[in-house]
């Protein structure tokens, strides 16, 4: 006599070895291309910025600032997130960063800027001294102590004013690490390569004072904060 249930068994096996044979093989499907984070694009360039974004971007924008300029200081915080959110996020607008200094101040902290290990920390640091702004400066010499400092010898001035304002301090604490901010204070290299980068901008754009926007090649007039800025940009990313 016949098992019923091994009828059943067998039958089930059979069904289930046809349905396998009939579907057709399976094929790997694409994972769909991640579109680049254009923000944490963040390259040194030749002129001695800091580049953020797509460096093939059609629309390219040059910002001349001071980190003891207030103005550049409220663009930062006005400004830039849009920047970053709304133009350098698309791809279709890079933004490189310049160092226009202004005083002894503005060297000092150009050259702890430039002590950072990547482009990416340079950019950070410096976003980090705008945030700062007010309360560095409120630690700026006085009179007296100015007229002090400007008795000290190159090699040690930025050095002592680090000192005198405690931004050898401010540095550590923002992770740089100590015996580095010494060696760079002490680096006039480092100091040369910003008051170069001040007067090619004024050689190349005439450029006078911060913030100060180049696009695409052109300088812009009376523009230095970012209600004049971002209908221009607009403009540009529009083809207009």
């Not at 694009?41 to 001071?66: D, F, M």
């Not at 002894?104 to 410096?126: F, S």
């Not at 100091?191 to 695409?216: H, M």
């Amino acid at each position: 006599m016949i098992q019923f249930r091994a009828v059943l068994t067998a039958f089930a096996s059979l069904a289930a070895i046809g349905a396998s044979a009939a579907l057709p093989p399976a094929t790997a499907v694409a994972a769909p291309a991640k579109a680049p984070d254009w923000n944490r694009r963040i390259a040194a360039t030749p002129e001695g910025g800091w580049l953020i974004g797509n460096p093939a971007a059609p629309v390219k924008l040059i910002e001349y600032a001071s980190y003891t300029c207030p103005h550049c200081a409220h663009f930062m915080a006005e400004g830039m997130p849009i920047v970053r959110r709304d133009y350098i996020a698309t791809g279709k607008v890079s933004l490189e960063f310049r160092q226009f200094a202004l005083n002894p101040i503005d060297l000092t902290e150009g050259m702890l800027v430039r002590c950072t290990a990547t482009p990416a920390a340079a950019v950070a640091l410096g976003e980090k001294m705008f945030a700062d702004q007010q309360a560095i400066l409120d630690r700026a010499p006085d009179e007296a102590t100015g007229e002090r400092l400007s008795a000290t010898p190159p090699a040690q001035l930025h050095t002592a004013l680090a000192q005198a304002m405690k931004l050898d301090e401010w540095a550590t604490k923002n992770g740089l690490p100590a015996p580095r901010v010494k060696a760079c204070l002490a680096d006039l290299s480092l100091r040369d390569r910003i008051v170069a980068i001040r007067g090619k901008a004024i050689e190349s754009y005439d450029i006078q004072g911060t913030p100060s926007f180049v696009l695409n090649g052109k300088a812009l007039e009376k523009t230095f904060n970012w209600q004049a800025l971002e209908p221009q940009l607009k403009a540009a990313v529009a083809g207009k």
